[in-house]
């Protein structure tokens, strides 16, 4: 017989990324059928309630909750051991204090004052990035937000703050960058080459540095400005700024800025700003009637005088046949992978997508990360979208992005591959398109991702556009 225990523990804050190793932990004790740790938030207790698990309705955002399923034999084990896998998930890796060493400063100012540093990365809960983002201005640092969920106002005093400074302001929201060579938050190991890249969109600026280093090509500085700063109300703020910078910079041939869907009066001006500048920019903007972000990447090339490549592609054994009138579920982990291929879709579908059963979600959107990883970190919520996507007769393509590189879950075919595998054994008229954003030299190793993808049945592709492409043509009746 089985049994639940659930406990709430009030203002218990953890981080996401620890709640998501404690899960893990508990979920693979001997007898445990099913485990969670999380903070109450909306999604979270969403997620808990279709897990099964009854949580007091007076668990709060700001509240722990543990919840385990396990055997009677197995469930006191596993409540014991709570408490001791909480404090290892968040114990500081070996070495992190030194006998004798001063310690660790307390304030953003005071590490700066300590070192030489000229960036400052800021990784908090959202409603405390802004003080920690104005000190680090204030102590002479540009800044990368990587929280999500700071207010717009917030955002718009920050800029201003760095503008009246000389200094730029990465984010709030800002998933990816590359300064220097360095990668800071999800960053892709590529090669250094000429371009420059001013991102509105984490995945959108990896995506755009993988395919430049599949063709050859490099990068010399990726410089996030966050989701919201082509905005009307944001008005690119930072991405005028982040254009001066690499146009000032010698090494910096070309510029790529990649966004999500600009505000139209917002990408005039910032069109305007590039055409007064001495280095060439391309724009990759994943809108109706602008080129999308493979096609920028190959007018970047071509402007290098570069060839462009045939991009990598992985194709299963067997080609997929769907039948007619099935429809395409989009399952993303980025917002602007999301996009280009929902564009690309309604461009060849029809604009009335979802009243033909069509859908594409971003499941790395603010509604699904509050008090939890991002999908690239935790594919928990996806997983389980993927099988009530592949179990719904209507269902007749599933399209996925798989986003590698630093930061991201170590093996994401590890989990994914074998749900793909699962779904389409159980399903027949049923394919799978993965779009897989990474390099050979990522930490997971792209293509050993992409193997083990298209071994289980997957078609993948290197480039996201032409991924869409393929799951398009799958709906249209066209075997792949």
Not at 38 to 59: C, S
Not at 192 to 198: A, D, L, M, R
Request: glycine share 10%; hydrophobic share 50%.
């Amino acid at each position: 017989m089985s049994a639940d225990w659930v406990e709430v523990r009030r203002g218990g804050y953890r981080d996401s990324v620890t709640l998501m190793r404690v899960s893990r932990l508990l979920a693979e004790r001997p007898d445990v059928a099913a485990a969670m740790a999380a903070m109450a938030t909306g999604p979270n207790l969403e997620l808990l309630a279709r897990m099964g698990f009854a949580v007091p309705a007076e668990a709060g955002p700001a509240d722990l909750v543990v919840a385990i399923r396990a055997e009677d034999g197995g469930l006191g084990a596993a409540r014991e051991a709570v408490d001791v896998l909480l404090a290892e998930a968040a114990r500081p890796p070996d070495g992190g204090g030194v006998l004798g060493a001063p310690p660790a400063p307390r304030t953003t100012a005071s590490a700066a004052a300590r070192g030489d540093a000229s960036v400052a990365l800021v990784s908090v809960p959202g409603p405390h990035a802004f003080p920690e983002a104005m000190d680090a201005l204030d102590a002479g640092l540009n800044v990368m937000v990587f929280s999500d969920n700071v207010p717009v106002a917030q955002e718009i005093a920050l800029k201003e703050a760095a503008a009246r400074r000389g200094l730029i302001v990465m984010g709030p929201d800002c998933g990816t960058a590359v300064v220097g060579g360095v990668g800071l938050g999800f960053a892709n190991a590529v090669r250094p080459g000429p371009v420059g890249v001013v991102a509105a969109s984490g995945t959108g600026a990896q995506q755009v540095m993988c395919l430049l280093d599949a063709a050859g090509a490099g990068v010399r500085h990726v410089l996030g400005v966050g989701g919201r700063d082509l905005s009307p109300e944001v008005s690119g703020r930072s991405a005028l700024s982040a254009l001066a910078a690499l146009d000032a910079d010698p090494g910096a041939e070309l510029i790529v800025l990649v966004s999500k869907p600009p505000a139209p009066q917002v990408a005039d001006l910032i069109r305007e700003a590039a055409r007064r500048l001495d280095t060439p920019v391309v724009f990759a903007l994943p809108t109706p009637g602008e080129d999308d972000l493979t096609q920028a990447v190959e007018k970047a090339l071509k402007a290098l005088g570069l060839t462009v490549p045939q991009w990598p592609r992985w194709d299963p054994a067997e080609p997929a046949r769907v039948p007619a009138g099935r429809a395409l579920r989009g399952l993303f982990a980025g917002g602007t992978l999301r996009d280009e291929a929902e564009v690309i879709a309604r461009d060849a579908l029809g604009w009335d997508l979802e009243a033909r059963g069509h859908r594409f979600t971003d499941f790395g959107d603010d509604a699904y990360t509050r008090g939890r990883a991002h999908p690239m970190i935790d594919p928990t919520l996806r997983l389980e979208a993927l099988a009530q996507e592949a179990a719904d007769a209507a269902c007749g393509v599933l399209l996925l992005d798989v986003v590698l590189g630093h930061g991201a879950e170590p093996d994401p075919a590890a989990s994914l591959a074998p749900a793909v595998a699962a779904a389409l054994r159980d399903r027949s008229g049923l394919a799978a398109v993965v779009s897989l954003c990474g390099t050979p030299a990522d930490p997971q190793g792209r293509d050993r991702q992409a193997e083990a993808l298209r071994d289980a049945g997957a078609a993948v592709f290197a480039s996201n556009a032409q991924a869409a492409r393929h799951a398009v043509a799958l709906v249209e009746g066209v075997p792949g």
